[in-house]
């Protein structure tokens, strides 16, 4: 009797040990992922990576020596109507010869509401054109426009 009473235990102690093993693993992934790769400045992807990355951390003047004069010039002043988005993720890019549209999903949160803070996530694009060798933003999505050092228009 002692012996079929001792399976049981055995078979437990062996679900319950797989669990926290399963565990440890999932904790070691989520805390040794690190920081994204960064990607090549001399790919439009990589521009986008840098230009995000300033405007998410207020490094403005950065995110403006990304953009094309054009760019500059149009710029309305949408990033101080209210936070930066937390993250942009890469979709895809379609390079030609001197023109890039980098395809991203742009995700960003809100004050929080009676169930905690909100999220959105939203696809948009970004415009490149290639000016002397060197990728520049044309068109940005709104809540990734730079408007450091131009004049915002009304």
Do not use: H
């Given at each position: 009797?002692?012996?079929?009473?001792?399976?049981?235990?055995?078979?437990?102690?062996?679900?319950?040990?797989?669990?926290?093993?399963?565990?440890?693993?999932?904790?070691?992934?989520?805390?040794?992922?690190?920081?994204?790769?960064?990607?090549?400045?001399?790919?439009?992807?990589?521009?986008?990576?840098?230009?995000?990355?300033?405007?998410?951390?207020?490094?403005?003047?950065?995110?403006?020596?990304?953009?094309?004069?054009?760019?500059?010039?149009?710029?309305?002043?949408?990033?101080?109507?209210?936070?930066?988005?937390?993250?942009?993720?890469?979709?895809?890019?379609?390079?030609?010869d001197n023109t890039a549209v980098v395809r991203v999903?742009?995700?960003?949160?809100?004050?929080g509401g009676p169930f905690g803070p909100s999220e959105?996530?939203?696809?948009?694009?970004?415009?490149?054109?290639?000016t002397e060798g060197r990728w520049l933003v044309d068109?940005?999505?709104?809540?990734?426009?730079?408007?450091?050092?131009?004049?915002?228009?009304?």
């Amino acid at each position: 009797m002692n012996a079929a009473a001792g399976k049981p235990d055995r078979i437990l102690l062996v679900i319950v040990s797989a669990i926290a093993l399963l565990v440890i693993v999932a904790l070691a992934v989520v805390f040794t992922r690190g920081e994204p790769e960064v990607l090549d400045e001399s790919t439009p992807q990589g521009v986008v990576q840098r230009y995000s990355t300033a405007v998410i951390e207020g490094d403005m003047a950065t995110a403006s020596s990304y953009l094309t004069e054009a760019a500059s010039s149009l710029c309305r002043g949408y990033q101080e109507s209210g936070p930066p988005p937390t993250r942009v993720v890469l979709i895809s890019t379609t390079e030609r010869d001197n023109t890039a549209v980098v395809r991203v999903s742009v995700v960003g949160s809100g004050p929080g509401g009676p169930f905690g803070p909100s999220e959105y996530e939203m696809e948009d694009r970004f415009s490149l054109v290639k000016t002397e060798g060197r990728w520049l933003v044309d068109q940005a999505p709104y809540q990734l426009l730079s408007c450091a050092g131009s004049s915002v228009k009304p």
